[in-house]
T-cell receptor, first 110, second 114 residues
Framework: DGGITQSPKYLFRKEGQNVTLSCEQNLNHDAMYWYRQDPGQGLRLIYYSQIVNDFQKGDIAEGYSVSREKKESFPLTVTSAQKNPTAFYLC?????????FGSGTQLSVL | AQSVAQPEDQVNVAEGNPLTVKCTYSVSGNPYLFWYVQYPNRGLQFLLKYITGDNLVKGSYGFEAEFNKSQTSFHLKKPSALVSDSALYFCAVRDIRGTYKYIFGTGTRLKVLA
């Protein structure tokens, strides 16, 4: 089946630790996105990539990093500089002028 | 700046009654508008989009939305609500200036009562 796969479903971060969230798509889409979802705040854009080897900061990029070495993959690293990382993270790709979303990763701090 | 507002945090409706979830937008130029639905602990699912053409857009699961340029609104509607429609609904607008950013509202929780 075609789609967006996010892993893991749940992730726990210790103080001072970097963690990486995986996002893979087999839809052959050029553009991919990372959003953060907090209760009552909707979705906020962290980073997006229009094409391989290129990406742009979104509205809340501080404390996060990304790479786009392959068309299929757009991993997000939550660094120790992100002081409030607890949230639901959603990855998406763009096709036919709309976004296709993965099922999300819930990140919590230990 | 492009923005989307969903003025209601929650909407309650009785099963079988019509439902409306409100969305207003602020954009430069002609907007690309979207509705998505989210079930608990899941990603967002696409319902419908407006890019151009007929102001009444029909989407998945019997939902429709009306684009109103003078009121800058894009309200989601369904003639007869189902209990299974209970979920979190998001309105979104795409930045058409070339950045391809999608901006989402804060979401409206729909509760359909049996």
């Amino acid at each position: 089946d075609g789609g967006i796969t996010q892993s893991p479903k749940y992730l726990f971060r210790k103080e001072g630790q970097n963690v990486t969230l995986s996002c893979e798509q087999n839809l052959n889409h050029d553009a991919m996105y990372w959003y953060r979802q907090d209760p009552g705040q909707g979705l906020r854009l962290i980073y997006y990539s229009q094409i391989v080897n290129d990406f742009q900061k979104g509205d809340i990029a501080e404390g996060y990093s990304v790479s786009r070495e392959k068309k299929e993959s757009f991993p997000l690293t939550v660094t120790s500089a992100q002081k409030n990382p607890t949230a639901f993270y959603l990855c998406a790709s763009r096709g036919s002028e709309k976004l296709f979303f993965g099922s999300g990763t819930q990140l919590s701090v230990l | 700046a492009q923005s989307v507002a969903q003025p209601e945090d929650q909407v309650n409706v009785a099963e079988g009654n019509p439902l409306t979830v409100k969305c207003t937008y602020s954009v430069s130029g002609n907007p690309y508008l979207f509705w998505y639905v989210q079930y608990p602990n899941r990603g967002l699912q696409f319902l419908l989009k407006y890019i151009t053409g007929d102001n009444l857009v029909k989407g998945s699961y019997g939902f429709e939305a009306e684009f109103n340029k003078s009121q800058t609104s894009f309200h989601l509607k369904k003639p007869s609500a189902l209990v299974s429609d209970s979920a979190l609904y998001f309105c979104a607008v795409r930045d058409i200036r070339g950045t391809y950013k999608y901006i989402f509202g804060t979401g409206t929780r729909l509760k359909v009562l049996a």
